[in-house]
């Protein structure tokens, strides 16, 4: 429960999704299958599809909303840039903005498929370096991958996880919830499993969970969910909502 000092604070909120997760563990809203980079200096960008039927007028994803992290050199201090693209299918569409990564990459809206008919990359021009991507039929999942930003500390106050999880003959499905985070500012090749280290652990049991957090990021930190079935090999969705406020 957050205080009223608290609610009057800035707060952040960070949500996720997974469809179907089972005893394997998983990165909420972007996948173990999700490439998310982060390059020392801002570079130039452009995303691309693997699919022509991932552009606007056909079958699978039309346009994408993305968050860009800039990154000031010296003070280290993390600027977010929202921004919206239309598809171009297997052609590059150049992004305005140099950048340092990608928080987050949602599908906006998308044809009679739904969902994404193939990967969608953000690169970066100079080097070719994937900076992130959605893999095929994620949809409208949003990613738990967050970037704190600003130039002054996020506390990290709650997280919230429902799960659709079932109890048979009173044992109820557990998930194991994990909290990880990392400062490294050019990380290569993220792992949502293996990145980083862990800030906190929790244990989810079927419908609506919340769990107390009394942790702090510095501007540049990434903080993530994952989840897995520990109970047994099921699958069921999985939904989390972090909480964080400046201090």
Do not use: C
């Not at 009057?8 to 469809?19: A, F, M, N, Q």
């Not at 095929?136 to 990290?156: F, K």
């Amino acid at each position: 429960m957050l205080s009223l000092l608290e609610h009057k604070s800035p707060l952040t909120v960070v949500r996720g999704y997974e469809s179907s997760i089972d005893n394997t563990l998983t990165g909420i809203g972007f996948g173990s299958s999700a490439v998310i980079n982060t390059v020392e200096e801002p570079e130039a960008l452009y995303i691309v599809g693997s699919s022509a039927n991932d552009t606007e007028g056909g079958t699978g994803a039309h346009i994408i909303d993305m968050t860009l992290n800039i990154i000031e050199s010296g003070s280290g201090d993390v600027t977010q840039v929202i921004m919206e693209a239309i598809l171009n299918g297997t052609s590059d569409v150049y992004i305005d903005w140099a950048a340092n990564s990608i928080s987050s990459m949602s599908i906006q809206s998308s044809g009679s498929g739904n969902t994404n008919a193939g990967v969608i990359s953000i690169k970066t021009v100079d080097t070719n370096t994937v900076l992130y991507t959605i893999p095929v039929g994620t949809g409208t999942s949003q990613s738990s991958l967050h970037i704190s930003s600003g130039s002054r500390p996020t506390r990290v106050k709650q997280l919230n996880v429902y799960t659709d999880a079932t109890t048979t003959s009173n044992k109820p499905e557990l998930y194991e919830i994990i909290v990880r985070t990392t400062s490294e500012k050019d990380s290569g090749d993220f792992s949502s499993t293996t990145s980083g280290l862990i800030l906190a652990t929790f244990f989810a049991t079927p419908g609506q969970n919340e769990f107390e957090m009394y942790d702090s990021l510095s501007p540049g930190d990434k903080i993530w969910v994952t989840a897995k079935n520990v109970t047994n090999s099921n699958s069921n969705a999985v939904s989390t909502e972090l909480i964080m406020y400046g201090i």
